[in-house]
Nanobody
Framework: QVQLVESGGGLVQAGGSLRLSCAAS?????MGWFRQAPGKEREFVAV????????YYVDSVKGRFTISRDNAKNTVYLQMNSLKPEDTAVYYC?????????????????WGQGTQVTVSS
């Protein structure tokens, strides 16, 4: 398994921006971002394939969030703009070694420890 370390979370006002980073200890294929709010199940946010030319987003973040990756650095990013209070959650980076892009939590075998994102109104 690959080790994943997220960074970049914090407290921001509504309408603000944050960029999350996820550094992997080795090569990865499909990478995803998920989030979990208190009392709720972990949910899919965004996913990107190995080459970076195939991405998917949950409807609630389309047009506001952008997932990208730098394979030379084994790092994936999540740029979050126009943040809303409902985006508040712990954000997790995840990796899977299959090339098929998927949005299911169960399909990802490696997970980071999570980073807190809090958006105040």
């Amino acid at each position: 398994q690959v080790q994943l370390v997220e960074s970049g979370g914090g407290l921001v006002q509504a309408g603000g921006s944050l960029r999350l980073s996820c550094a992997a200890s080795g090569r990865t294929f499909t990478m995803g971002w998920f989030r979990q709010a208190p009392g709720k199940e972990r949910e899919f946010v965004a996913v990107i394939n190995w080459s970076g030319d195939d991405t998917y987003y949950v409807d609630s973040v389309k047009g506001r969030f952008t997932i990208s990756r730098d394979n030379a650095k084994n790092t994936v990013y999540l740029q979050m703009n126009s943040l809303k209070p409902e985006d508040t959650a712990v954000y997790y980076c995840a990796a899977r070694f299959g090339v098929v892009v998927t949005t299911r939590v169960a399909d990802f075998g490696s997970w980071g420890q999570g980073t807190q994102v809090t958006v105040s109104s």
